[in-house]
């Protein structure tokens, strides 16, 4: 079996004008299901469009409808398979912040981990089946990360699924949750050409406005997992 993750980002890393950063995404089982949902997004951002009035080389993300169609959006994704991952900043150390690099690496822990918490759920609730997982294929929305910081997250995520992990402090081995896959694959995307990464953006903008107005438990459903940092 092949699953499909999609994710998208919200809000600014930067912890002295900003309190919260999120990650937002869906996941998908099945090449069957992947198609469905592209057609079923498809014809939600279709009404969308025509509410908005939106010319068609306007996207239907976000930044660019209105409230009501975002939470209209929203709702159209109520039985789809979500995550996300909410940072409140001013609790993260602030040597994080120094430079570039120490920031991608803590943006792709918590990537990892809040996909892990999402896999974790499902296995737990024997929705899924970690034997039977084959592949699985990462899109997010491109954004500024170097060539070199995209293969670093490609080798944690494997790590994290495929290889499993050593925690070098405690001499500990943590395997892998699916140890039978072949593959994994990240790719960074042009939303305009990829329907189900505007899915997340809608997701990761609704989770930032929750976390804002502290309303996140009214979001957090069986389908749902929302992972908060940092842990303490």
């Not at 999120?22 to 089982?29: A, K, L, M, R, T």
């Not at 930044?63 to 789809?80: C, D, P």
């Amino acid at each position: 079996m092949n699953i499909y993750v999609y994710s998208d980002e919200s809000g600014v890393f930067d912890k002295k004008h900003n309190d919260f950063f999120v990650y937002g995404g869906i996941v998908i089982f099945t090449t069957e299901n992947h198609e469905n949902w592209k057609r079923k997004y498809k014809k939600a951002e279709q009404t969308i469009r025509k509410i908005e009035k939106l010319d068609k080389d306007t996207e239907v993300k976000a930044t660019n409808i209105s409230n009501k169609s975002k939470n209209k959006l929203f709702r159209s994704l109520n039985k789809i398979e979500k995550f996300g991952g909410i940072i409140y900043q001013p609790k993260v150390l602030d040597n994080i912040f120094e430079n570039k690099k120490s920031k991608q690496r803590y943006l792709d822990y918590i990537f990892k981990i809040c996909v892990k918490r999402k896999f974790e759920d499902l296995i737990n609730k024997d929705i899924l089946n970690p034997e039977n997982v084959e592949n699985i294929y990462f899109f997010a929305d491109e954004h500024s990360t170097a060539t070199n910081g995209k293969y670093e997250l490609t080798e944690g995520l494997e790590q994290e699924f495929k290889f499993g992990t050593n925690n070098w402090n405690y001499s500990k081995f943590f395997p892998p949750i699916f140890p039978s896959m072949s593959s994994i694959s990240l790719d960074y995307c042009n939303s305009q050409r990829k329907i189900l990464i505007r899915s997340a953006d809608i997701i990761a903008n609704k989770l930032l406005y929750s976390a804002k107005k502290k309303i996140i438990p009214d979001l957090q459903k069986d389908n749902f997992i929302i992972t908060t940092f940092p842990n303490n």
